[in-house]
Nanobody, 124 residues
Framework: VQLQASGGGLVQPGGSLRLSCAASGFTLDRYAMGWFRQAPGKEREGVSCMTSSGVVLYYAETVKGRFTASRDNAKNTVYLEMNNLKPDDTAVYYC??????????????????WGQGTQVTVSS
């Protein structure tokens, strides 16, 4: 099982980025996929969770309306489209595979495979 995250970079406030997470060793229709982020000095937090059927059930309140998770089954890849980025969005972003329960979609312990992370920096 491998998860390869990419697409991070430096962007100005109000800008956009699209992160990708290419999965190998399994197919996305068997597991939930989460996006997480970790800012310097802070704990890792959940950003979104997509079910094995491809439905995005959860977004963190801080990103609702700005971030959109999606996937391409043919490419076995999940995406996180991030718009109207703010300096507080600066973090290392991770994708992860898991089987979270609905009441604990952002619980790190529910995810057992993690990508290596990609840095997103929002600054003018």
């Amino acid at each position: 099982v491998q998860l390869q995250a990419s697409g991070g970079g430096l962007v100005q406030p109000g800008g956009s980025l699209r992160l990708s997470c290419a999965a190998s060793g399994f197919t996305l229709d068997r597991y939930a996929m989460g996006w997480f982020r970790q800012a310097p000095g802070k704990e890792r937090e959940g950003v979104s969770c997509m079910t094995s059927s491809g439905v995005v059930l959860y977004y963190a309140e801080t990103v609702k309306g700005r971030f959109t998770a999606s996937r391409d089954n043919a490419k076995n890849t999940v995406y996180l489209e991030m718009n109207n980025l703010k300096p507080d969005d600066t973090a290392v972003y991770y994708c992860a595979r898991g089987r979270p329960v609905a009441s604990a979609w952002s619980a790190i312990g529910m995810y057992h495979y993690w990508g290596q992370g990609t840095q997103v920096t929002v600054s003018s």
